[in-house]
């Protein structure tokens, strides 16, 4: 999750950046950084040694940061060129999570700087995948509402981790998002996104935030429902949100709604995030998409399905089954018969 979906007006989703499709190895990507990172403050302190320590030293040595600033560049436009190849769409951050603060939904107390640089500091090893920072910020987060905000240091964080494969961490990222932009884990904080959903201005939003929080235990039933009254609406945007919501929901009732939108949505974009969240992205379990996978497989021998929407369901099924019979049907019905 880093560049949002963002609205017609800043943006159209409909053509997602390279930078989008990126999804394999972020989480190397962010380690690699954070290690340059501490090679430069240690390059640093090396600019202070006397000149006699700094000739000592071999040119290798003093060139440590370039090599690897060299080194992860490399890495960059590999994963660049792959995402290009395979057109796989990350879970985005919705844009009033962005780094210009909170969506402004709630009041906003006096920001605790010691408190966010905790909650940075826990982000950080959540995007690692660290199981123990996942049960942390899952017990703290609440905490954080309402005196902290978003940077683009924790959107980095919670994006990376929300394309995780782990589950627990994904959830604790989904909470971290929450409380960052304000929004409280209860009754309040689901009338105010309710509220949200209303206003043309902060409905994609507001999509993207029901998902989160019906997830995190307030009443799902009713966001899938909110949820659902907007899979229709003109704004490109707002659907591509609400799909991203559902799937953030996870929940059996909103199978149905994406599979709908994968097939019958105007916009190749909100196909694909439905498709994605059908196959990866999101918090459906493994048993979901094995569930997921008997209608997908039943659909590549549909002479209606696009030639993209066949492309992308066979990646689905590969994400889902780890098995590769790219668009054969008769393959992956057989791949199917075989596991039931």
């Given at each position: 999750?880093?560049?949002?979906?963002?609205?017609?007006?800043?943006?159209?989703?409909?053509?997602?950046?390279?930078?989008?499709?990126?999804?394999?190895?972020?989480?190397?990507?962010?380690?690699?950084?954070?290690?340059?990172?501490?090679?430069?403050?240690?390059?640093?302190?090396?600019?202070?040694?006397?000149?006699?320590?700094?000739?000592?030293?071999?040119?290798?040595?003093?060139?440590?940061?370039?090599?690897?600033?060299?080194?992860?560049?490399?890495?960059?436009?590999?994963?660049?060129?792959?995402?290009?190849?395979?057109?796989?769409?990350?879970?985005?951050?919705?844009?009033?999570?962005?780094?210009?603060?909170?969506?402004?939904?709630?009041?906003?107390?006096?920001?605790?700087?010691?408190?966010?640089?905790?909650?940075?500091?826990?982000?950080?090893?959540?995007?690692?995948?660290?199981?123990?920072?996942?049960?942390?910020?899952?017990?703290?987060?609440?905490?954080?509402?309402g005196k902290t905000k978003t940077t683009q240091k924790t959107d980095q964080f919670i994006s990376t981790s929300l394309n995780l494969n782990d589950l627990h961490v994904r959830a604790a990222a989904l909470q971290a998002?929450?409380?960052?932009?304000?929004?409280?884990?209860?009754?309040?904080?689901?009338?105010?996104?309710?509220?949200?959903?209303?206003?043309?201005?902060?409905?994609?939003?507001?999509?993207?935030?029901?998902?989160?929080?019906?997830?995190?235990?307030?009443?799902?039933?009713?966001?899938?429902?909110?949820?659902?009254?907007?899979?229709?609406?003109?704004?490109?945007?707002?659907?591509?949100?609400?799909?991203?919501?559902?799937?953030?929901?996870?929940?059996?009732?909103?199978?149905?709604?994406?599979?709908?939108?994968?097939?019958?949505?105007?916009?190749?974009?909100?196909?694909?995030?439905?498709?994605?969240?059908?196959?990866?992205?999101?918090?459906?379990?493994?048993?979901q998409r094995r569930v997921i996978a008997a209608t997908l497989v039943g659909w590549l021998g549909d002479s209606l399905l696009s030639p993209q929407q066949r492309t992308w369901v066979a990646q689905a099924l590969h994400?889902?089954?780890?098995?590769?019979?790219?668009?054969?049907?008769?393959?992956?019905?057989?791949?199917?018969?075989?596991?039931?």
């Amino acid at each position: 999750m880093n560049e949002p979906v963002k609205s017609q007006a800043q943006a159209d989703p409909s053509k997602p950046s390279v930078a989008e499709a990126v999804q394999a190895t972020l989480e190397d990507v962010v380690q690699a950084t954070l290690e340059i990172g501490v090679a430069t403050q240690r390059g640093s302190a090396e600019g202070r040694e006397s000149d006699s320590r700094r000739a000592a030293r071999p040119a290798l040595f003093s060139n440590r940061a370039a090599v690897l600033y060299f080194v992860i560049v490399m890495a960059v436009i590999v994963l660049l060129a792959w995402g290009a190849t395979h057109g796989v769409k990350r879970l985005l951050l919705p844009a009033a999570g962005q780094s210009n603060g909170n969506a402004n939904l709630a009041p906003q107390e006096a920001t605790d700087t010691a408190l966010e640089a905790d909650a940075e500091g826990l982000l950080e090893r959540l995007a690692r995948g660290d199981a123990a920072a996942a049960s942390q910020v899952l017990e703290q987060s609440d905490g954080w509402t309402g005196k902290t905000k978003t940077t683009q240091k924790t959107d980095q964080f919670i994006s990376t981790s929300l394309n995780l494969n782990d589950l627990h961490v994904r959830a604790a990222a989904l909470q971290a998002q929450l409380a960052l932009n304000g929004i409280p884990r209860d009754a309040s904080g689901f009338a105010m996104l309710e509220q949200a959903a209303g206003n043309p201005q902060q409905r994609a939003f507001a999509m993207w935030m029901l998902g989160a929080l019906g997830n995190r235990g307030v009443d799902a039933a009713h966001a899938a429902k909110i949820i659902e009254a907007y899979l229709n609406d003109p704004d490109v945007a707002v659907r591509s949100n609400a799909v991203i919501g559902l799937a953030l929901l996870g929940t059996d009732e909103t199978i149905p709604m994406l599979l709908e939108r994968f097939r019958n949505d105007p916009s190749l974009s909100v196909q694909e995030f439905a498709g994605c969240g059908l196959a990866e992205s999101g918090m459906y379990t493994h048993a979901q998409r094995r569930v997921i996978a008997a209608t997908l497989v039943g659909w590549l021998g549909d002479s209606l399905l696009s030639p993209q929407q066949r492309t992308w369901v066979a990646q689905a099924l590969h994400d889902i089954s780890g098995q590769n019979y790219g668009t054969d049907s008769a393959a992956w019905q057989r791949w199917y018969a075989s596991t039931h």
